[in-house]
């Protein structure tokens, strides 16, 4: 059996169905149509051409009509678009498309909606069939992804900032080209290592813990022995978690050439505490202690490494640090607002 009918651009089509029974299939496929549309979640609705509803099926709020006829409880502006169209294909023949919200409680509900016109064998129109989907799930997936690649894009540029930033800074300390691409690599493996952890988190940051562990345990350290942690473990937000892991990524680097983790036998203590400051709010101090060698680092306080430690790290995240390195001893502690993070 074939039937011709015309597409949404108004392009004839032949619809075909194929062994089908001389008694039961009428019944069978009306059947079948009914649970497809139910299945899909489609209404359509039946009018002749005085607007008169002839049949309706699978018809659900906000279609479900008021009276015999009507568009339902829809919105005003809203009856009086489908409304309109529908008078405009009854006289034309030609389909149109349209695009309905509907205001509700917890948001909107998106609607799609066809008004085709139903063609006698002359060509004359008498009827329209008005058909309609929702799309609310498939414009909220549209919106959460277009807020995604803005935010994708956000901290790409943010991204690219600490890059800048530590090429300038890195080239400003250092000796030789070979000294420049040596501490740059470093420091660019270092931001890749924190940025895995944002990414895993789907952008949402990192956990301190698990952030100081990742950075030390990249020069072959035994953590378990090696790191000491104690005290709290905040959720760093990514932001923090980039420059936070930067610091430990600068702390680790002296460490393991000048300090504790360059003996077998050393071992770095790092102290997370949550303390109230004087305005009522609870702020991370961080601190990062550990024995070193007669050379212990001075040197490094030339550097950018202590400019990130002291300046660069406090300045972005808004919070402040100091490094102290005597008698072979090295402390730094990191203080870091609240904004920054928040408690598991």
């Known amino acids: 059996m074939r039937s011709r009918t015309a597409d949404k651009e108004g392009n004839t089509r032949t619809d075909e169905v194929i062994a089908l029974h001389p008694v039961e299939s009428g019944m069978q496929l009306g059947r079948a149509l009914l649970h497809a549309l139910h299945n899909a979640g489609i209404s359509v609705l039946y009018q002749d051409r005085e607007m008169k509803t002839v049949w309706a099926r699978n018809m659900r709020e906000p279609w479900v009509p008021a009276a015999a006829e009507g568009d339902g409880i829809l919105p005003t502006t809203q009856a009086d678009r489908i409304s309109t169209a529908k008078r405009e294909v009854i006289a034309s023949g030609n389909p149109q498309r349209l695009d309905i919200s509907v205001p509700v409680e917890d948001g909107v509900r998106w609607f799609q909606v066809w008004v085709d016109a139903d063609h006698g064998d002359g060509g004359d129109v008498q009827g329209v069939v008005t ?34 930033s530590i090429a300038t800074q890195t080239g400003r300390y250092s000796d ?98 949550l303390d109230t400051t004087a ?66």
């Not at 929702?134 to 956000?154: A, D, G, K, P």
């Open 131 to 164: 058909t309609m989907v929702e799309t609310t799930e498939q414009r909220r997936r549209e919106q959460t992804l277009t807020t995604l690649l803005r935010e994708v894009s956000h901290r790409s540029k943010n991204l690219l900032a600490i890059i800048q």
């Open 279 to 344: 305005t009522g709010e609870v702020a991370l101090a961080l601190t990062w202690a550990e024995t070193i060698g007669t050379d212990g680092g001075r040197e490094t306080q030339k550097r950018f490494g202590s400019v990130a430690l002291e300046r660069v790290v406090p300045t972005s995240l808004g919070g402040t640090a100091s490094l102290d390195i005597a008698d072979g001893h090295l402390e730094y502690r990191l203080v870091v607002p609240h904004g920054n993070f928040e408690t598991q």
């Open 176 to 273: 030789s080209i070979s000294d420049f691409l040596t501490r740059f690599r470093g420091r660019l493996q270092s931001l890749a290592s924190s940025q895995d952890l944002v990414t895993s988190s789907n952008w949402r940051g990192a956990a301190l813990h698990e952030l100081v562990t990742s950075q030390v345990g990249r020069y072959g350290t035994n953590t378990s022995y090696n790191l000491r942690f104690r005290g709290a473990n905040p959720y760093l937000n990514p932001n923090a978690a980039l420059h936070i892991g930067l610091a430990m990524h600068e702390l680790a680097v002296n460490s393991v050439s000048y300090g504790a983790l360059s003996r077998p036998d050393g071992f770095v203590e790092v102290t997370a505490d």
